[in-house]
């Protein structure tokens, strides 16, 4: 062993060629104890990011601790190809796009390879290729790689049609209309929090404004959209932009004037929408009045810069007296318009936004943060307690809290207002065009608002292990909250047809929702063992559901494995998908899977954030590339980083100084080990017992932390914590050459499902022939517990912190350091008193009370309040091993008398022990009276 040398990438590289040569990642049956886990499937739209890494690590990490723990494996993989991510990638290829480029040559790509990728299936080949052998193999991960599939295959189409044909069956795919959103040049795009189909706004919610129709003299429409339609009655005046180019069409055989990107998202919302050839500059409009509907009021229109043509109709009502925006404006305006109040509310006069903006010092138009805060403050008190007044005609009297749609549908009706659909914020197609919101007047949805399927689903995720707790708790919410799901997009979509509408295809949310099961199918699919024409209902409906009768042996084989691995133990994913991918899973699960093939377990994990703390992202550019950050730290440095930089449930920053910290503490615990072997055999018998029992202790701390998925708890304990307990072993002069082996072959084996390629090489120079990662993981062994060692030590780590504080805080260049052990009144007291605390009926007074019954303690007097009153403090603190080990009766003086010459070295200068009952006590400072147990009183002269 080259005790400086360790060539991290050349072990890595080795490791994983003798792993997957020897094929010990595929899984086997052979122990009658199954673990099923899997992370979601990325999405094939490009090279993958550090920010991946994370989830995949942790379900490595999983799935090897279970494997070394007694369960055969099966953790597989696959590709999400469906949807548009990859024909949006090979359109870029196809117009050369600059960045992409660039960056498919910096990755290796060949000039006959960029070629092919203008193809989607060649997109989906070379990444698929990309990600196992670049990505998945090069971090060693267990996955079996005989069950690789992608959601574009034919057996995966197969088996998705049969999933609908399920939820058909079950009257839970149903047709109603549908806004949907929808790329201009990719066709329709989902858009959620994965941002699978879009590079920007994957949060934005669809709004539904009411457009309301203000004419001009001449009859024109000018559209004006609002979220609050009753607040028509306190119109005061228009914005339009004077800057703007307005555009005029005819709607539904009406003329409107507004902004040509209105006129685009109505032509894809309405049927009859045709621009005309007039347009008017913003300015021309200003001056002029209009009509407002239902009050026929005369209002003006004024110039208002902040009215974005890019925001729905780029026309704005003025609402002054309740839209703090809108009264600041017009206040900068220095127009001679009274604001119309039509919501009273409790806590506010005549102008609610007025008071609102003076409450909070509001000047300008340009306060966003405060304006934002003032609208807040208005919006939810008028909600809460406003009711409609006497302004309003017919509505007068009707809370805010439920006008809801009244004055909207009312208007409709009369053909006062139209309809609307806008994204809460701007969405940007993975092709970089605008995404826009389509009408689909027969679109497919699956019924996930079925009250029986919800409540099934609900009661069923109780069941479930959910990590984190907070989640399981999140989820009946988000359950109750999940509506119908449009199922089918139509344009260049990739995925499997949907079987009741010719040329439609799934949509990629809902054709990954039941994929685990078909991993159980996938290797028979790759070795050809069953044919594609054979996956057939009746094929599905036996493997998976037990009905009917196999065509042939083969059926039966599938079916034998399907119901030994499934259902998934463990289903791990981002956060991203909290909201829609683990619900919809759980739900189908539900709908179509039989109680005993329903998942188990889901893990989520937050995201890697870059500076910032934006989610790193494919799309937006990620932070390293994954193959050179392999390079720079080393891949079981990048692996210990994700599990100990954070809990599993926070977002971590991607810093590269702290991954080097890590790959640099791999580097000390190799060279740590290789010490070891230098050493002069020596037995202390004390030493060697506490570092047996240390050992044991965290043996029993990380097979707690691994069975709860505390995966930083487990980190930490193994290299960290056992690091810092060999470290001080070896400073107290330990040298048993026996036990030191035992400690590093034990060390060796608990680091493995986290650092394998590093256990994997210090395996083979502890002379062992076999791979490490196929060893039994440690158990814990309570006959090497010994509490007596373990205080021992615990005391004399605290005598030196507590004397190296003394000397820091006091600045003294010691001449010696007394040391004065407590007296064995106290140490009575102090069991005493530690035995009631266990009891949980620890009481200060009760226990001076009892224990001045002793005539001795007695005697005493104040002196045994005053202890029992310093110690209660912390023995309430006292975890149940520290009350174990605290209660064993330890001669403090004994053993930091035989530990003396380390005290000594440790301390740069003379040291005397004293215990309060030694007849020659020499103690001129008195300091005898401040030791307790475990504390000693320590005089530094």
């Not at 406003?386 to 439920?402: P, R, T, W």
């Not at 009952?917 to 009183?937: E, H, M, V």
Request: glycine share 6%.
């Amino acid at each position: 062993m080259e005790e400086n040398n360790y060539d991290y990438v050349a072990v890595e590289q080795k490791w994983q060629d003798n792993w997957f040569e020897a094929n010990i990642n595929v899984a086997r049956r052979e122990k009658n104890k199954k673990f099923f886990i899997h992370f979601a499937y990325p999405g094939v739209s490009g090279y993958l990011h550090v920010g991946h890494m994370r989830g995949f690590t942790y379900c490595d990490v999983i799935a090897r601790y279970k494997r070394m723990t007694g369960y055969d494996v099966l953790f597989p993989a696959g590709f999400h190809a469906s949807g548009i991510p990859s024909v949006g990638f090979a359109k870029k290829v196809e117009r050369q796009d600059p960045d992409t480029i660039r960056l498919l040559k910096q990755n290796g790509c060949t000039p006959e390879c960029i070629k092919r990728l203008t193809d989607p299936i060649e997109v989906i080949n070379y990444f698929s290729k990309v990600y196992v052998d670049d990505y998945w193999k090069r971090f060693g991960f267990f996955i079996d790689y005989t069950r690789l599939m992608n959601t574009i295959s034919d057996g995966y189409k197969k088996f998705i049609q049969w999933q609908f044909h399920k939820l058909h069956d079950k009257k839970l795919l149903i047709q109603k209309p549908h806004y949907a959103p929808y790329c201009p040049n990719c066709g329709p795009v989902a858009v959620d929090k994965s941002e699978t189909d879009v590079s920007q706004g994957g949060s934005a919610e669809i709004l539904d404004f009411t457009v309301l129709k203000f004419t001009l003299n001449d009859g024109t429409i000018l559209p004006a959209a609002t979220l609050r339609p009753e607040t028509i009655f306190g119109v005061t005046n228009m914005w339009v932009n004077p800057t703007v180019e307005y555009h005029t069409a005819l709607v539904n055989s009406e003329t409107w004037i507004c902004s040509k990107e209105c006129i685009q998202k109505l032509s894809y919302q309405y049927d009859h929408v045709k621009p005309l050839d007039k347009t008017i500059i913003g300015k021309d409009l200003i001056g002029k009045t209009c009509i407002v509907p239902e009050t026929n009021r005369e209002v003006p229109i004024l110039a208002g810069v902040f009215a974005d043509p890019s925001v729905a109709t780029g026309i704005v009502m003025s609402v002054p007296a309740h839209a703090p925006y809108d009264w600041i404006a017009l206040v900068e305006s220095k127009e001679n318009i009274e604001a119309i109040k039509i919501i009273d509310v409790k806590g506010f006069g005549n102008n609610p936004a007025k008071e609102a903006c003076d409450q909070l010092g509001i000047k300008s138009q340009t306060e966003t943060e405060k304006l934002n805060e003032a609208t807040d403050l208005v919006y939810k008190k008028e909600f809460h307690t406003g009711v409609l007044n006497g302004k309003c005609g017919k509505y007068a009297g009707i809370k805010i809290s439920e006008i809801k749609d009244t004055v909207k549908n009312d208007l409709i009706q009369r053909n006062l207002a139209a309809t609307m659909k806008e994204f809460s914020e701007p969405v940007i197609c993975r092709c970089k065009e605008n995404v826009v919101i389509k009408q689909i007047p027969d679109q497919w949805f699956i019924k996930y608002s079925d009250a029986p399927l919800t409540q099934e689903s609900k009661d069923y995720a109780a069941t479930m292990n959910i990590y984190p707790p907070e989640y399981k708790d999140e989820l009946p919410k988000i359950l109750d909250w999940f509506g119908d799901r449009a199922a089918i997009r139509l344009g260049s979509w990739l995925g499997t047809e949907f079987p009741y509408k010719k040329d439609w295809i799934i949509e990629p949310i809902s054709d990954s929702t039941l994929y685990p099961a078909y991993y159980v199918i996938s290797s028979y699919v790759n070795q050809k063992k069953i044919a594609i024409p054979d996956m057939t209902d009746a094929f599905f409906d036996y493997v998976f559901l037990g009905i009917g009768s196999p065509k042939d042996k083969i059926w039966q084989t599938i079916k034998s494995d399907f119901d030994y691995w499934y259902p998934v133990d463990i289903n791990l994913g981002g956060k991203e998908h909290k909201t829609v991918h683990f619900p919809v899973y759980i739900m189908n699960h539900v709908a179509i899977m039989p109680e005993q093939k329903r998942p188990q377990g889901i893990f989520v994990h937050w995201w890697v954030t870059q500076k910032g703390k934006e989610k790193i992202s494919k799309s937006k550019g990620g932070a390293e590339p994954i193959v050179e950050a392999a390079v720079t730290y080393g891949v079981d440095a990048m692996r210990l980083y994700y599990l100990h930089i954070g809990s599993p449930f926070v977002d971590i920053e991607w810093d590269p100084e702290t991954v080097l910290k890590y790959k640099n503490r791999i580097i000390n615990i190799w060279r740590l080990v290789g010490q070891i072997a230098l050493l002069k055999d020596g037995k202390q018998e004390n030493l060697d017992n506490w570092l047996k029992s240390s050992l044991q202790r965290r043996i029993k701390k990380i097979l707690t932390a691994f069975e709860a998925l505390d995966l930083r708890v487990a980190s930490n304990e193994i290299y960290f914590e056992l690091q810092k307990d060999l470290q001080w072993y070896l400073k107290r002069g330990g040298a048993n050459q026996k036990l030191l082996h035992h400690f590093v072959r034990s060390w060796i084996v608990l680091m493995t499902p986290i650092t394998p390629h590093l256990a994997e090489e210090f395996w083979i120079t502890q002379g062992q022939k076999q791979f490490v990662s196929n060893e039994p993981y440690p158990e814990f062994n309570s006959k090497d517990i010994s509490e007596k060692d373990e205080v021992g030590e615990y005391l004399l780590n605290r005598v030196i912190d507590d004397t190296i504080e003394i000397m820091n805080v006091t600045k003294i260049a010691p001449k010696k350091i007394c040391i004065y052990t407590s007296p064995a009144w106290k140490q009575k007291i102090f069991r005493k008193a530690i035995a009631s605390a266990a009891g949980n009926n620890f009481n200060v007074g009760s226990l001076i009370k009892e224990t001045l019954v002793d005539p001795a303690m007695k005697s005493l007097g104040q002196q045994v309040s005053q202890f029992v009153a310093k110690i209660a403090p912390e023995i309430k603190t006292y975890s149940e091993i520290d009350r174990a080990r605290f209660m064993i009766p330890l001669d403090e003086k004994k053993h930091l008398s035989d530990a003396k010459t380390y005290l000594t070295d440790a301390l740069h200068c003379p040291v005397e022990i004293y215990s309060a009952d030694d007849a020659d006590l020499n103690d001129p400072a008195k300091k005898i009276k401040f030791a307790t147990p475990l504390r000693p009183a320590i005089y530094i002269e």
